[in-house]
């Protein structure tokens, strides 16, 4: 039998794990109300970067789980706080990318530049639906030039 006084906190991935694409998996409701009631805290993970933590909130609301943002870990956060670490002074930033990758830049403190000409301290890559040969030639000059 688990010993459930011993686990303080799970991470839970969500693709595949919480969801099957938009759809939420079979007990998935059920898992955040048993560690609600048992005090286990939880955070749901994803190494996808497109949509934001408000965005993740939204959905999983709409499936009737409520979450805090600090409950939400994405590849977009985690560049967050990367940027923020390494750029406390802010800076320009060349970004690939959908929504959640921007909202991540521009919490981080960093101005976005959307074309290859102006020089900046950092290109950031995220998934991008609509990625372009232009996009990454833009990417690959600013690398070129030391961002």
Known sequence: ???????????IDIDGTLLRGR??????????TFCREHKIKTCITSNN??????QMQ???????VELEENEIVTSSVAT???????????GLAYVI???????AVNKAGL?????GHQPVDV????????????KLKNACLHIRRGA
């Open 1 to 11: 039998m688990l010993d459930l006084s011993t686990i303080r906190g799970l991470l």
């Open 23 to 32: 759809l939420p998996l079979p007990g998935m409701r059920e898992i955040f």
């Open 49 to 54: 970067s497109v949509t934001t933590t408000e």
């Open 58 to 64: 939204q959905r999983f609301a709409r499936m009737g």
């Open 80 to 90: 967050c706080h990367y940027l923020r670490r390494n750029f406390p002074q802010g």
């Open 97 to 103: 990318g959908q929504q959640g990758i921007f909202t």
């Open 111 to 115: 101005e976005v530049v959307d074309n």
């Open 123 to 134: 290109v950031v890559v995220g998934g991008d639906y609509q990625l372009t040969y232009e």
